[in-house]
């Protein structure tokens, strides 16, 4: 199941809401800080890909004009996902104007730089595509005896590894004897 960061946005108010009613048990309370705790960790896991996403796009643009099919398609796909593009992009995409893709990229994310340029120049802010749940913590449990157990924090976040470490190098295998080394042995 996916959301949308918007319907996350609805959801943690939903929950939000949920945690300050007086009709709600401390069974549903529970689930329900579970569930933005979960909402929590899914969010920073989604940054944590899409920084990943982001620095292997910046690696395959850095590595043009050798790696123009990678680069196209990452950026198609971060695109769709959200993603703004810099003037690096421009620039690498109006390199590479001669290819037919790029050129339809180039078209769609100048589109995108000025719809962002002009929403900042009238004052309107780009929306956040993360935001955390902050309405839970010190809601109705902070004026409550500690009785029931609180949630673990969650861990600290990781570090984003590089493309080397989650997809290492393929060894190529030793080459084959020769057929006349196979025949004397």
Known sequence: ????????????????????????????????????????????ESERLRAFLLDDLARYRQALPGSTSGYLELLADALAAGYRPVPDDLAALRALRGNPRAAALLDRCRTLAEASVRAKLSGRTVPVSRTRLLALPG?????????????????????????????????RPAPDPSPQKRAAG
């Open 139 to 171: 809601g109705r449990a902070a004026d409550e005896p500690a009785s029931r157990p609180q949630p673990a924090r969650p861990a600290p976040p990781r570090p984003v590894p590089t493309p080397a470490e989650v997809f290492p190098p393929k060894r």
């Open 1 to 44: 199941m996916a959301f949308s960061a918007d319907e996350l946005r609805v959801l943690k108010g939903a929950l939000a809401i949920a945690l300050k009613t007086d009709h709600a048990g401390a069974s549903e309370l529970q689930d329900c800080l579970r569930l933005a705790y979960s909402l929590d960790e899914a969010v920073r």
